[in-house]
Structure formats: structure tokens, C-alpha cells
């Protein structure tokens, strides 16, 4: 790259804004090619017009390729400067390849590359870079999130052979240049990405696993069979954090798969919150049923309701000033017995819905409970108007709410949608 193109704006090398179409971008490059092409120009300005031809054809092929634009406007021109990977003047070149490639599926993550994605076999410098991670999901239930977890496990992995120092081969041997891809530790091939479409990707090289070199079968390590890295098995310790939620991350730092020249990766455990038959969860916060009788919700109560994520039994005595009554779906608010919130000594709130359970057909067997119930209990409203004609009808106890107004094509109806489903399987619409 020139320092010209390092010091201006490609943007502006084109007349262009931030915002300019791939459409614009072709016509601008076009004009100032024809504008400064050094054919077109008198003797004496011809090296300042192959500068800007040299210029506009650098932005027009950095501009116009979509992942190079995001890549320049997001790091500017460092992003193409070798120089800049290792100075810390400019972006971790990971970082680039990781928004190219989405890690190690592109050239940024392939063991063996170097500065820019080039070989960092013979004429390439290697670039210590960090390993892929591993992750898993790992499922816990809502009481070790409330009271938090710490478990061990075995792990296996692979570690840089001591017995070669992670070259592969026997001391004083020397690789020779893999034959698959020529040194080059990748692989280029077209994947089809949809009907007489391919796009261009670049690959690890499976041969070589990417480092561009083999040994001779005689020439390996005897202990990693030129492998470069032998099996280790060591046990680990998962610490999840009272409060942890659904979808966070536990990272253990650097004990995911080690490849010579690399920092090896981490693993990484997505938590995953099983169902409870309890409780709900949102935030700190829990909701659970509060299942009460006919005469609770009418007289008040004193007792343990439910038991909690710790094991506590939860006891509300629910006292009825002045007549006043429990109804279905409303909701008590206990504060502070939600769930523990990370790094405080604090706890979200716990709400209850009230689920009032009324008594079996049949619980009253004689009139006299009958009576001292509704002697109890208030009657009815009286009729503001008294009808003229009076008839009693039959009913039925259980009807469907989903036959109201079905099959009439009305959208208030409560089915709007027919039972029998149509040949491919479909809901069919209800007509009149």
C-alpha cells in the first residue's frame, strides 16, 4: 500500500459519500481512471497520475467488495497493512478474519498463517494467535441457579508433545513441502450456494492440517506420529454463580485443544435453563401458582403455601380485613424471594397467582349446609326491572366456548377454524 492511500480517505479519492451504492462506487472509479490514467496525461505528470490512478483503483477494489468495505470502515487502511498486525498500532488481525472468515472457518483461524492470511511457512512470519475455542451447553435446573453449583469433570484434550516440541518430527530432521497444497497450508475450492451459483472458499488443508509441511513416515516423532500434539487428560472445575441466567457464558480460560505456535483456546459453557414444575422465571424474578380452597380465599388463611428453590417452606398469613376476599388471577407480591442477583446480596421478588380450587360436585349433603351457606353469603343483585313474562329453561352445566357462533365466518366467533383439516394437511376456514 502507498502512503498516499494510507493518509486520505478512499472515499474521497472517488468524490463519493459513506453512503454510495456499488453503482455509484463503478461509475465514480470509471471517471477518475479516465481522468488520471497516465496514458491520457502530458510527460511531466505522468508519476502524479499513476499516484491517483494507482489510488482510485485501490479504493474502487477496496470500496466495491463488501467485505473489504465493512473491514476498512471499521479499522481504516490498517486492515490491509501487514506492517500494522504486529506493531499494535493497528487491529488485531484476528479480529479482521474473524469479521471475514467468522473465525476458524477462514483463513484466520487455519494453523500455519501468518501476517494477512499468507503461509507462515518458509517466506511468511508466524503470528501468535489464539486457538479455537470449545463449546458446549450445559443444562442446569432452577435451584442450582438459585443456590449456585460448583462441579468437576474430566477433560480430554490435545497438548503440544513434549518429546518433539511440537515440531512432528525426529531432532534435526526437516519437513518437506506438503504435496496437496503446495506449501501453502490451505485449500481452494467452489461450494454451491444455490441453483447454477458457487462461491470461492478457502480451506484448512487436510493433508498437512494446515502448516504447509509434512515429515517422512521415518522422519516423525515417535511419541505424536508427526502429529505435533499427544492426548492429555486432566479434571476441571465448573463454577456457576448463584443468580446465573438462561443463554450466559462460563468460560475456562485456555483449556481447549493446544497447536504449537498458538495460545490455546477456551472452553465454553452456554447454560441452558431446564423447565421447572414450579416456578417461572424472569429476570430475578420467580412467579408460581398459589393454590387456595373456596373458604380460603373467602376467609383467609395461615400456612405454608409452596416450598422454595433453597428448600424453605414459604408460610403467608393472609387475614381478611373487613370481608375483603381472594379472587382467581390476582397476584401476591413477596419481596425479596426471587432469585439472588450476581454480585449483590440482594434478590428479585416473588409473585404469586392466586388458583382458588372449588369444592367436588357433591361435597354438601343436606339442606341445612345448604342453607347456612347462603344465610352466610350475600344473595344475588336484585332486578332493576322485573320482566312481564317469565320462563324457566333447560341448560347445559358444561358447554364448549369454541362452539359460539362456529361455522358462521363471524371473527368473534370462539372457533373460527373447522376441525377437519384439507388435503395437504392445512386448516381449513370455516364458511357459512
Request: proline fraction near 6%; charged fraction near 30%.
Amino acid at each position: 500500500m502507498n502512503d498516499l492511500a494510507d493518509e486520505i480517505d478512499l472515499y474521497e479519492v472517488l468524490g463519493i459519500t459513506k453512503g454510495a451504492t456499488k453503482g455509484e462506487i463503478k461509475k465514480a472509479y470509471h471517471k477518475a481512471a479516465l481522468a488520471h490514467h497516465p496514458d491520457k496525461v502530458a510527460e511531466s505528470e505522468r508519476v502524479e497520475a499513476e499516484i491517483r490512478f494507482k489510488s482510485a483503483k485501490q479504493a474502487y477494489e477496496i470500496l466495491y467488495d463488501e467485505e473489504k468495505r465493512h473491514l476498512y470502515d471499521t479499522h481504516g487502511m490498517a486492515a490491509f497493512d501487514p506492517s500494522k498486525g504486529m506493531g499494535g498500532e493497528g487491529p488485531d488481525i484476528n479480529d479482521i478474519f474473524e469479521q471475514m472468515f467468522g473465525g476458524m472457518g477462514g483463513m484466520g483461524g487455519m494453523p500455519g498463517f501468518g501476517m494477512g492470511g499468507m503461509p507462515g511457512g518458509p517466506g511468511g512470519r508466524k503470528v501468535p494467535r489464539k486457538g479455537k475455542n470449545e463449546e458446549h451447553e450445559y443444562e442446569v435446573t432452577l435451584e442450582e441457579l438459585y443456590k449456585g453449583k460448583t462441579t468437576k469433570f474430566k477433560n480430554s484434550k490435545n497438548v503440544v508433545c513434549q518429546t518433539c516440541n511440537g515440531s512432528g518430527g525426529k531432532p534435526n530432521a526437516k519437513p518437506h513441502e506438503c504435496s496437496v497444497c503446495h506449501g501453502r497450508g490451505a485449500q481452494t475450492r467452489l461450494r454451491p450456494v444455490g441453483p447454477g451459483l458457487v462461491t470461492q472458499e478457502t480451506i484448512v488443508c487436510s493433508t498437512c492440517e494446515g502448516t504447509g509441511s509434512l515429515f517422512r513416515e521415518k522422519e516423525r516423532c515417535k511419541k505424536c506420529k508427526g502429529k505435533k500434539v499427544v492426548e492429555s487428560k486432566n479434571v476441571l472445575e465448573l463454577y456457576i454463580p448463584r443468580g446465573a441466567r438462561q443463554g450466559e457464558r462460563i468460560v475456562i480460560p485456555g483449556e481447549a485443544d493446544q497447536l504449537p505456535d498458538q495460545e490455546p483456546g477456551d472452553i465454553i459453557f452456554e447454560l441452558s435453563e431446564a423447565p421447572h414444575d414450579v416456578f417461572e422465571r424472569a429476570g430475578a424474578d420467580l412467579k408460581a401458582e398459589l393454590k387456595i380452597t373456596l373458604a380460603e380465599a373467602l376467609t383467609g388463611f395461615n400456612r405454608v403455601v409452596l416450598t422454595h428453590l433453597d428448600g424453605r417452606g414459604i408460610q403467608l398469613n393472609v387475614q381478611q380485613p373487613q370481608g375483603k376476599v381472594l379472587r382467581p388471577g390476582q397476584v401476591l407480591k413477596v419481596p425479596g424471594e426471587g432469585m439472588p442477583m450476581k454480585k449483590s446480596d440482594h434478590k428479585g421478588d416473588l409473585y404469586l397467582v392466586v388458583d382458588i380450587e372449588f369444592p367436588e360436585d357433591g361435597w354438601i349433603k343436606d339442606e341445612e349446609t345448604i342453607k347456612r351457606i347462603r344465610d352466610a353469603l350475600p344473595g344475588p343483585n336484585p332486578v332493576e326491572t322485573k320482566p312481564e313474562d317469565i320462563d324457566e329453561v333447560e341448560f347445559e352445566y358444561e358447554a364448549d366456548p369454541e362452539e359460539f357462533g362456529a361455522g358462521s365466518g363471524d371473527p368473534r366467533a370462539g372457533a373460527q377454524w373447522e376441525d377437519d383439516d384439507d388435503e395437504e394437511g392445512g386448516p381449513q376456514c370455516a364458511t357459512q
